[in-house]
């Protein structure tokens, strides 16, 4: 199926908007939505200070992208994203949201969009936890979309709601062990080296991190150990219960690579799998993104490289456009059944990336339909 096609399965064309568009993440947001097939980009809000300014000059000197600004993009006039909701809703079918907040204002500001009618898909962690608010990875969980008849209820929307992405840290090892929940993963350990770009910073910028290693990124352990309980639980009425297990403790650190999150895994097994079953899992495993040929999602998701020293940062983050996931090193451990290290793009899957393919799919489902 071409792109095309795919666009004749969503059914139409979309305005969108981008909360927090002065960002890291929302600067990745514009160079994806940038002649995307089905999306297109109308409306750039950010904070006051940036309120009424054209989007070059309230980027200023901060644009981090490897590519240029786009042209278009560059004379819009950004919007302030508190005080110009409404207007912003009538402009656009759904916004996609990143923004530096306080979590309750966050919050706030997320249902205000969706009480406006106005879809919200967030890259932010305030709603991660709200029970009827899907916290979706579109290759494993794409059915709790499904909570949304219920979040709407509760907000008394028609068309609105928030959908929100997971954190980037487990984007790199969360994927790599859901094939492999059917042997009965019962017990992980990841350690995460996670790039700067994470914390929306360069070298230029954080200066620090070069030949640094920072040994603590707050919030993100728990991030990384309770976030995919949710994303592994099911919907019970009118909410998403969390998954039993597996039990997962984690390390994450902050390295001095701009981008690409690699996770070095220890997993045990209820019924251990041999080698060749795990890899043989990895290359079958595909979700609901490949069956439509969504535009963002990766032709091969999970990738194994047989090279020992493979994946590595700088070579394979760009897998796919950032979209995939790549593993290496699969081998027994002394102490759990085996280990690997695994890698994906913090701002392309984990991030911007992972919100637009969650967007399409949504698309595709019908649920921005007015």
Not at 288 to 307: C, D, G, I, S, T
């Amino acid at each position: 199926m071409s792109n095309s096609d795919v666009k004749n399965c969503a059914g139409k064309q979309y305005n969108v908007g981008i909360i927090g568009a002065t960002g890291m993440v929302g600067q990745r947001f514009i160079t994806l939505l940038d002649e995307h097939p089905w999306f297109n980009l109308k409306v750039l809000a950010a904070s006051p200070r940036s309120a009424g300014k054209k989007y070059s000059e309230a980027i200023g000197n901060r644009w981090s992208m490897t590519v240029p600004i786009p042209s278009d993009v560059a004379d819009m006039t950004v919007l302030d994203a508190t005080a110009d909701i409404d207007k912003i809703a009538s402009q656009v079918d759904f916004v996609f949201c990143a923004v530096d907040m306080k979590k309750d204002e966050i919050r706030a500001l997320e249902e205000a969009y969706a009480k406006a009618e106005c879809p919200v898909v967030s890259n932010n962690s305030a709603h991660r936890h709200t029970p009827d608010v899907p916290m979706i990875v579109p290759e494993i969980n794409p059915e709790h979309a499904e909570i949304i008849a219920a979040q709407r209820k509760r907000l008394g929307t028609k068309r609105g709601f928030v959908a929100v992405k997971s954190n980037c840290s487990l984007q790199s090892y969360v994927p790599a062990l859901h094939p492999l929940m059917k042997f009965g993963v019962t017990k992980v350990l990841a350690c995460t080296y996670q790039a700067i770009s994470g914390a929306g910073k360069t070298f230029e910028s954080w200066p620090e991190m070069v030949d640094n290693v920072i040994p603590y990124i707050g919030g993100e352990e728990e991030k990384s150990e309770i976030e995919p309980l949710k994303i592994w639980g099911h919907i019970e009425g009118d909410k998403i219960v969390d998954a039993d297990g597996p039990a997962i403790t984690t390390q994450c650190l902050r390295v001095p690579a701009s981008d690409g999150h690699m996770a070095a895994v220890f997993v045990s097994f209820e019924n251990k799998p041999s080698i060749d079953e795990i890899k043989q899992a990895w290359k079958d495993f595909s979700g609901v993104p490949q069956e439509l040929n969504l535009p963002h999602a990766p032709k091969q998701f999970l990738n194994y490289f047989e090279e020992p020293d493979r994946p590595q940062t700088r070579l394979d983050r760009n897998l796919e456009g950032g979209m995939a996931v790549s593993m290496g090193r699969l081998r027994e451990d002394s102490q759990y059944d085996y280990k690997f290290v695994c890698l994906s793009h913090n701002t392309l899957r984990g991030a911007a990336g992972g919100a637009v393919l969650m967007a399409e799919l949504l698309a595709a489902k019908g649920y921005f339909e007015r």
